[in-house]
């Protein structure tokens, strides 16, 4: 092709034109990447700044320190020398920038306009949502007809909505938990301590076992999990502790580990009792431990005796006694550490009971206890209101389930608010929430993205991301270390957007006396100011160490804050306060005995019912057409069952497989072939509480008659990156409880499945 030189010079600006205007749309449309200055503009630019701040994506609360650049955040890194993470993130942790600058944020309050979950929503003012929400308390939402719905509380937040509540004489706050990935708390308050919760010393542990407890991915601090199995690996020179775990698939810490043993879970407490059989005969156990601070041992040694037979756990289980005792006599040799889910409560006591045989507790290495410096109690400077706030009811095995629970409280509530909780999506039988916020007269929701149960709100009220707030949030590593995240807006909050906890304040403010006596605060710095001053003058905690900014030199050591503003100054550019784990106190056993208790009186009673209800069992749903069994598990990337709206996560969310942006069902080939299911095709699952299409892909890292399904994917809201994306495996749970877990149950639901 011949070109004359205007013909060339003609292309050649055309293409240059074009490549120009699309780079520019790729740089400051799709990727919103800051327009420069033009040259010679009087605006100068602002220098470059780094904010500590904390990470909330996870219940870890690890420590980050924010890049912002004109005004922009452009990256976070882990805070340096921070006890929970020191310095690093896990993927989750770097999706905070992307969470900030979502496209789809909601920047503004909403009211609905059309029928409940239809979206129909108007933009309004915060005056004018303010005040519907405060003429409605004032009108029908005090006493008992008002109800809270946390999601996971952290910092002041807790504190506050109890306060508020306590005024309006309501006692109905809740948390909703996520027992798929949360330690075993229901046992533990049984057996140890009736107000506590656990710590898993993961990192000095002397030898690992882990029963359906994926914890390399669904730990509840990630960045700790990584690091302790680092540890546990090339910690010390002389010793490479062993890693046995146990569950129906090859997950990531199944995969790591020295040995894989598959089991179903409802097989955990048969197993846990057989290797309590082989250790009690054997005389492996703690006997001083037993002697001096344990209770009901002998009645616990009765009933491994008839329940815990290696040979007969053996028929049930398909594990050979020999695997059995071998595991029991190397659990009880080298002292061992349990792990378990909070799914179900036999389960959870079975594995509890295994850490208690080897005397386990309150020591390293082992099972800890979560301990709260007296600087960091519950109790604010200001006074208490009269009455005293409500405690937090947190649904989950063994305490509230969410079918018998709060959602049959439902029915009985005038006005309920929701702050960081999507139970429309995340909890068993999502539709069964659908349906009682329906019959909820107002229901307010605070939330960042409009999600599945915020369009079914009255009123939505944007809320703030964590790097646009005030931080007070103490929390702990797996050591027992306690760290108190204080820190101010990284920089102000996007749009309309504000923080929860001066959502509450003004609402105080506007009911006047005697919320806006109790909760007495302006501004949440106000807040946190008062509670700084109160550790300065009680001379609590160690500022943790200045920042080290990356790829710069460590700051020179400071002199100690000769008074409270440079004390002030000096803990918001750290970013918090550490209390070292050698300061926890090592109190007695809190239950009734005041002694580890083996045998609860509600596991005896649970052990009653699951034998009378022992009959309805696997063989009848098979007949009845649901031949396969539902195990669900939550990687990383959708840890609490939230995630999806964050593109990156998506990405790699299923990375063992190469699956991506799709829900996908693990099957082993030979069921597959059983069945009829092509791989990498898509499948019905179907229970008899519903179904939903995912593709198959076949596994041989799943036991066969086994189909395992992430959690996470399956919105119908939440954002351009998660709606219509995927199925959600919630769906096929029943709605009801049963009696092996006292509650939900979570695993090993009938399904079938077919070609779709």
């Not at 993470?85 to 920047?107: I, K, M, W």
């Not at 149960?453 to 991301?465: Q, R, S, Y």
């Not at 019912?609 to 696997?618: G, L, T």
Request: charged letters at 20%; proline letters at 8%.
């Amino acid at each position: 092709m011949h070109l004359t030189r205007r013909e060339f010079l003609d292309l050649a600006w055309l293409i240059t034109t074009v490549w120009g205007a699309l780079s520019n749309f790729v740089k400051y449309r799709l990727l919103g990447l800051p327009v420069p200055l033009q040259e010679g503009s009087v605006v100068s630019r602002e220098p470059e700044r780094w904010a500590p701040s904390a990470c909330q994506l996870c219940p870890a609360g690890c420590g980050v320190v924010a890049r912002i650049i004109d005004g922009r955040v452009v990256k976070v890194e882990g805070l340096p020398a921070h006890p929970i993470n020191q310095g690093s993130l896990c993927p989750r942790g770097f999706a905070g920038v992307t969470e900030l600058y979502h496209p789809d944020r909601l920047l503004q309050p909403l009211r609905r306009v059309g029928a409940r979950g239809s979206g129909a929503f108007e933009p309004i003012g915060w005056d004018e949502a303010m005040r519907l929400v405060v003429d409605r308390l004032q009108q029908h939402g005090s006493g008992s007809r008002f109800a809270w719905l946390m999601g996971q509380p952290s910092g002041m937040s807790q504190q506050l909505v109890g306060r508020f509540l306590a005024v309006l004489g309501s006692s109905h706050l809740y948390s909703m938990r996520w027992p798929l990935g949360e330690l075993p708390i229901d046992a533990f308050r049984l057996m140890v301590d009736e107000a506590g919760e656990p710590l898993y010393d993961l990192s000095q542990a002397n030898f690992v076992l882990s029963f359906s407890h994926d914890w390399l991915q669904a730990f509840p601090s990630p960045v700790e999990a990584s690091r302790a199995y680092g540890m546990l690996r090339r910690g010390r020179a002389d010793r490479r502790v062993r890693i046995v775990h146990m569950e129906p698939r090859l997950s990531m810490t199944a995969a790591k580990s020295d040995e894989w043993i598959p089991i179903q879970p409802e097989h955990v407490a048969d197993v846990a009792l057989a290797l309590a059989h082989v250790i009690i005969r054997e005389r492996l156990f703690d006997e001083r431990f037993v002697r001096e601070a344990a209770g009901d041992f002998e009645a616990f040694t009765q009933l491994v005796k008839s329940r815990g037979n290696p040979d007969a756990v053996s028929q049930r289980t398909g594990i050979s006694p020999d695997t059995l005792r071998r595991l029991a006599k190397e659990f009880g040799l080298k002292r061992g550490l349990a792990l378990g889910p909070r799914t179900d409560l036999l389960a959870q006591w079975a594995v509890m009971a295994l850490n208690g045989l080897v005397g386990n507790l309150d020591a390293r290495g082992g099972v800890l206890r979560r301990w709260q410096p007296r600087g960091l109690s519950h109790a604010l400077p200001s006074e208490r209101p009269a009455t005293s706030p409500p405690t937090s009811r947190q649904p989950g095995p063994g305490a509230d389930d969410w079918a018998d629970g709060i959602v049959s409280r439902l029915a009985s509530i005038d006005t309920l608010v929701i702050s960081d909780a999507n139970p429309c999506f995340a909890s068993p039988a999502p539709a069964r929430w659908s349906d009682a916020l329906g019959r909820v007269p107002f229901v307010v929701v605070l939330t960042s993205f409009l999600d599945e149960t915020a369009l079914h709100a009255d009123v939505v009220l944007p809320m703030a991301t964590a790097l646009e707030r005030w931080h007070f949030t103490p929390v702990i590593a797996t050591d027992g270390t306690v760290v108190a995240n204080i820190s101010q807006p990284a920089l102000p909050p996007r749009g309309q957007t504000k923080p929860l906890e001066d959502i509450i304040l003004q609402l105080a403010g506007m009911l006047g006396s005697p919320a806006a006596d109790v909760v007495p605060w302006t501004s949440m710095e106000e807040m946190v100011r008062e509670h700084v001053r109160g550790l300065y003058d009680a001379r609590e905690g160690t500022l943790l160490p200045q920042v080290t900014l990356p790829g710069r030199l460590s700051p020179e050591e400071e002199e100690p804050p000769v008074d409270f503003d440079e004390f002030w100054d000096m803990i918001l550019a750290r970013g918090g306060l550490v209390w070292p784990a050698e300061a926890a106190p090592w109190p007695a056993f809190q239950t009734p005995s005041g002694r580890f208790e083996f045998f609860p009186k509600q596991i005896a009673a649970l052990l009653r019912a699951h034998e009378a209800s022992s009959s309805v069992d696997q063989p009848d749903a098979a007949a009845k057409g649901y031949p396969l069994k539902l195990y669900l598990y939550t990687p990383l990337a959708f840890l609490n069952g939230s995630g999806a709206h964050l593109p990156h996560l998506q990405q790699i969310a299923g990375s063992q497989l190469h699956e991506a942006w799709e829900t996908w069902a693990e099957i082993h080939p030979t069921t597959a072939r059983q069945y009829g299911l092509q791989d990498g095709r898509g499948i019905w699952l179907a229970s008899s509480s519903g179904r939903i299409r995912v593709r198959a892909r076949w596994y041989e890292g799943v036991t066969p008659g086994v189909v395992g399904v992430p959690i996470g994917l399956g919105h119908t809201a939440l954002g351009r990156w998660a709606q219509g994306i995927g199925s959600n495996p919630l769906e096929l749970l029943a709605d009801g409880s049963e009696a092996r877990t006292q509650g939900t149950a979570w695993q090993g639901t009938r399904v079938k499945a077919w070609q779709a």
